[in-house]
């Protein structure tokens, strides 16, 4: 039979939806605290070490699954080797998880976005959040819907579905060419309005005055590693995904370098506007920006910038470019974790682009409005990023580069496939970082990560609410992936598949 599979229309194409893909909220939220909290200037070695050691090589070898077995990721596994196919499920299971919530942050988003015309939130922006807003509980699992969440999760889901049930040259990636220069050109627009407000100058020594002690902590590394997995969006299975909607004459390795070059590139733009802003604000409290409370993740976006909005001359603009920039963000990101799913459920059923689109945003909307619309939406949202991202994904990265090098060994394979598609080519360091470099120094970090929250729960969420919500997610993955796995292959399989090249 004819090779029917879709294609980006360009390389570019694929650069530019790769792009997207990697940009999203992690840059703009996790990347300036993170920074921040673990030794700022000097976060650069750590960081840096990530992306060359970790980050570029895994991303490469993403790549070149998905371009030599042409398929997502449970099918290129398991065209590789017929029992890694569960690799692959694990790899689209904790995607859809971190889906699921993700898909919730860009619902307050868009929320924040009309509240930013008239300042809505108010002065408490704290109260108004956590209260008024999300109707925040103890921890623990509620059933009382907020409309007000509810609402905008329903549309990002429909949204999806329609991107999705398009051929990935007309869906994916038309929202990447529209999205990713207009996010670009609004963010800068941003960053130039920040730097220019009085306190700036201190929030960007905050930013970037190094802290050497740092780098002997082992959780600064982690969280480097973390941050760049998380941002790349490697060994999630979706970057399997993208890479397997190229031509056969494309290339691979420069196209990688570019979109890793971009999305650190944003970061730092990213950490330069935030703590721009934090600096006003301190100079408006007349506090040192290290005195600031509420710098990462989701509040730092919906209660610390709120706040400096308030205080700006056309705070409104300036919070509508802001949330206008999560959402662009988050879409782009989300739409890629989500064709990973789509097209591993299309690939395995049979079933076609618009069946399994409709399929599987159905099942993600529900189960996004049962946990993550509630009035104990934003705990769970918390623990199930904690676990997904610094046990789920770091899990899944050991056991890719592991079985792929040590068990199935088809580094050599992959190596030669990269090098006769590519113009930069690679040579057997690669295969020495990903085969015995990555997995020795993620182990490390995974061990001590599991020490920790074995030992020290986290945030002081009771400890059944962390087998739930926390080893939960990790068990639902696993159990997932093995269930989908032992499900017989109804779909075209291997019968005639060709390797490139
Ligand atoms: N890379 C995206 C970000 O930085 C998030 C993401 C994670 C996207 C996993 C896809 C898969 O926000
Ligand atoms: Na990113």
Not at 345 to 362: D, H, N, P, Y
Not at 366 to 378: E, H, K, Q, R, W
Request: net charge neutral; charged share 10%; glycine share 8%.
């Amino acid at each position: 039979a004819p090779e029917t599979r879709d294609t980006w229309s360009s390389p570019s194409g694929f650069i530019l939806a790769a792009i997207g893909s990697a940009v999203g909220l992690g840059n703009i939220w996790r990347f300036p605290g993170v920074a921040f909290e673990s030794g700022g200037g000097a976060f650069i070695v750590p960081y840096l070490c990530a992306l060359l050691t970790a980050g570029i090589p895994i991303l490469f070898l993403d790549y070149s699954i998905g371009h030599r077995y042409r398929a997502a990721a449970p099918l290129a596994f398991r065209r590789m080797s017929r029992p890694t196919e569960a690799l692959g499920w694990f790899q689209i299971m904790l995607s859809f998880v971190i889906a699921v919530y993700y898909a919730a942050v860009i619902a307050w988003s868009m929320s924040y976005f009309v509240y930013s015309f008239n300042l809505s939130w108010g002065e408490d922006t704290l109260a108004f959040f956590t209260g008024e807003y999300l109707k925040v509980g103890d921890p623990g699992v509620s059933a009382t819907i907020v409309p007000s969440v509810a609402i905008p999760v329903v549309l990002v889901w429909v949204a999806v579905l329609v991107v999705l049930a398009l051929k990935v040259s007309d869906g994916v990636q038309k929202v990447t060419v529209v999205f990713i220069p207009l996010l670009f050109v609004a963010f800068a627009g941003l960053v130039i309005r920040a730097i220019t407000l009085p306190g700036a100058m201190d929030g960007l020594n905050a930013l970037f005055t190094p802290d050497w002690s740092a780098l002997s902590n082992l959780n600064v590394w982690i969280a480097a590693y973390s941050q760049i997995f998380f941002s790349l969006s490697i060994a999630f299975g979706i970057m399997v995904t993208y890479a397997s909607y190229q031509r056969r004459k494309t290339n691979m390795t420069t196209s990688g370098l570019v979109v890793a070059f971009a999305n650190s590139s944003f970061e730092i733009l990213a950490g330069i506007g935030v703590f721009a802003t934090l600096g006003f604000m301190a100079h408006q409290q007349d506090v040192a920006v290290g005195d600031l409370e509420g710098l990462t993740g989701p509040i730092l976006s919906f209660v610390t910038f709120p706040a400096v909005i308030n205080q700006m001359p056309g705070g409104n603009i300036f919070g509508a470019v802001f949330f206008g920039a999560l959402i662009m963000a988050g879409f782009t990101s989300i739409i890629s974790i989500l064709l990973g799913v789509a097209a591993s459920v299309q690939e395995k059923f049979g079933l076609s682009r618009t069946a399994s689109a409709i399929t599987v945003s159905a099942v993600c909307a529900v189960i996004s409005i049962a946990l993550f619309s509630t009035t104990s939406g934003l705990i769970a949202l918390d623990t199930v990023d904690q676990w997904a991202n610094n046990v789920g994904i770091i899990t899944s990265a050991i056991v890719m580069t592991i079985v792929v090098v040590w068990v199935v060994r088809k580094s050599g394979v992959l190596n030669r496939h990269l090098n006769a598609v590519s113009t930069f080519k690679i040579g057997r360091v690669w295969v020495v970082l990903i085969g015995v470099l990555a997995p020795i120094f993620l182990t490390v970090m995974l061990v001590d990560k599991l020490i920790s929250l074995i030992g020290d729960g986290y945030e002081g969420y009771p400890q059944w609410y962390l087998a739930l919500f926390g080893w939960g997610t990790i068990a639902f993955v696993v159990v997932a992936a093995l269930i989908l796995t032992a499900i017989p292959w109804k779909g075209r399989d291997n019968k005639d598949f060709v390797a490139w090249p």
